[in-house]
C-alpha cells in the first residue's frame, strides 16, 4: 500500500506539469520528494511538497493540494531523499570576517586544518607569502592559531614570526579573535614600542624582565589594529575577499547572517549592497565606539535595503575565557604568563557609569543590544547596569541579547530571565575548548560552560552561534555540539546540558529569526515566509548524534534561487 501511494503522488506530479517554461521567476516551484522539515512548533513536522512563487513560499503541505496552488506550468524539484530545511541563520558570527579565514593563512588546529605546532603556523605562513598574497592587504596574515592546542602550549611571538619574515609585516589573529601576535616588521607599521602604554581594555605583552613589545597583543591593544592588516587595499581586492567569505556563508547554509561587531567594515557591507552583491541577508551591530557614525544611516532599519541593514548596537565588555581575558569573579587556575595567581582577567569597559551611558544611548534611541560577555564578572555588570535602565525605560520585547555567556552561574540566568534578555550561547567550545576550561577554572565548572538545557528549561529565548571566524561557520557542527558536548579528549562536557537536535535545528532556524526580529518572514517553512531553504544530504533527525557533524549542505536557496550548489 505504502509503495502504490508513492507510485500515485509521484504520477499526481508529472500529470500537474507543463511542458511550457519554467525559467521564469514567475514559475511556481514545487520541491517534493524529500524529508521537508518545517522546523514549526515543539515537535518534529514533515510536509510532503513546498511551493515557491515569486521570492515566497505559498504553500507547505500534502502534495496533491500543492500541485493546485502551484497551478499551470510549475517547476518540479526533486529532492531525491535528501532533507530540506529552513535557511539557516546564525545567532551570532562575524560576517566581514569570514573573508580574512577564506582568504588569509588558514591557522586552525585538527581537524578543520593541521596547524597543531608552530613549526607548522610558520610553515603555512612561509607556503601563503606570496606577492599576489601580500598584494591584497600589504601584510602576511592568517587566522585561527589556538594556543590551547598548539604543542607548545604558549603563544607565537614576533621572534617566531621573524622566521617567515622581517622585511613585510605580519598578524596572525588568534582563534578566539581577541588576541593577535604580529612580528618586528608588525610592531614597526603599529609603532608599538617599548614606550607604549597599554590602552584601557587591553594589553601588550612584554619580554621577561624588559618593557620591549614581545609581539602579542590583546584585546582593544590588538582588535583596532586588525582592520589594518586585513583591509583589502584596492577594489579589487575588496571584491575578492568579499566574495571568497560570502561564497563560504553560502556553503554552509547561511541565508541570513550576522555582523557582530561592525567598525568600518560596515562602510565595505554598504558598499556591497549598493553594488547588488550581497546574495544573502546581512545584519550588521555597530560597535558602540561607532554609533555616531553610522547609526544615523539609512541601513538603519527593520527592514532590508539590498539584503544588508544595521540591526542594533554591540557592546563588549570582556574577553576570551579559552584566551583567559574573560572577566571572572575568581581566579583561573592556570594564570596567563606573567600573571599572579590571583589574575581573574578584566573588564573592557571598567567603569560601570561609562557603560550605563552607553546603554541609556541605546535605549533613548530604541536600538536592539547585543552584549559580550564570557565571565561572569563581567555578567554581572550587565544586569547591574541595565537593570535601572530597563525599570527606567521599560524592558517589553526590546530582544537585548547576551553574547557567549560562557562562564554565567545559575543565578544570572535567572536574572537574565527576569530582564527579558535573550541567551545566544556558544556550545562549539564544548568541542574546541571543554578539555581547556575545565583546566582554566576546574571540572564542576568547566561542566557548566554554555549551560544551553539550563536556559532553556529557565525559558529564556536560546539561540547558538559559531562566531565565525573564530571557527569555521559550519553549522551542523554548531547543532552536533550543541547535542553531543564531546571534547576533542572524547569527554562529555556537562551531558546534563545538552540539547536535542531538534532544538538545536530550532536555535539556527526559528529562534535565531525571533532573535533579529525577523520570525514573520523567517526561520519556518509556512506560507507567506520568505523561500530560504537549505538542503541537506542527511536528516539530523534521523542519524546518530555524532554522524551530525558530518552532514553537508548540498544546496542554498535564498528568496527561492539558488545562490549555493555543491559540486
Known sequence: MKNYLLLFTALVF??????????SSNTAKVYYGGDILTMVGKQPQYVEAVVVKDSVITFAGEAGEAMVQAGKGHAMIDLEGRTMLPGFIDGHAHFANFSSQAIGALLLPSPDANANDIPTVISILKDWNTPENRELTGWIFGTGFDDSVLEEKRFPTKHDLDEVSTEFPIMIIHISGHFAVVNSKGLEVLGITSETTNPEGGLIRREQGSNEPNGVLEELAAIPHMLKALTPKSDEASLKFFNAGQDMALAYGYTTAQEGRAMQNHELLAKMADAGKLKLDVVSYIDYAFVDQYMGSKWNSKDYLKHYRIGGMKVTLDGSPQGRTAWRSTPYLVPPDGAGADYSGYPAIPNDEDLTAIYEKGLRHNWQTLTHCNGDAAMDQMIRTLGPLFEKYGK?????????????????????????????????????????????????????????????????????????????????????????????????????????????????TDWSAYQHFEENSKGTLEAGKLADMVVLDKNPLKVQVDEIKDIQVLETIKEGMSVYLKE
Not at 508529472?14 to 525559467?23: A, E, F, L
Not at 573564530?470 to 576533542?488: G, I, Q, Y
Request: aromatic share 8%; proline share 5%; charged share 25%.
Open 14 to 23: 508529472v500529470i500537474s506539469c507543463d511542458s511550457g517554461d519554467q525559467s
Open 396 to 508: 517589553e520585547d526590546r530582544r537585548y541579547v547576551l553574547i557567549h555567556g560562557q562562564y554565567i552561574r545559575g543565578d544570572q540566568l535567572e536574572e537574565f530571565k527576569k530582564l527579558n534578555v535573550l541567551a545566544s550561547l556558544f556550545p562549539l567550545h564544548t568541542f574546541y575548548w571543554g578539555d581547556w576550561h575545565k583546566e582554566l577554572i576546574g571540572d564542576s565548572l568547566g561542566n557548566k560552560i554554555s549551560p544551553t538545557r539550563t536556559a532553556l528549561n529557565l525559558g529564556l529565548p536560546l539561540t547558538i552561534h559559531t562566531d565565525a571566524p573564530v571557527a569555521l561557520p559550519n553549522l551542523m557542527r554548531v547543532v552536533w555540539t550543541a547535542s553531543s558536548r564531546t571534547s576533542r579528549s572524547g569527554d562529555i562536557i556537562g551531558e546534563e546540558e545538552r540539547l536535542t537536535p531538534y532544538e538545536a535545528l530550532k536555535a539556527i
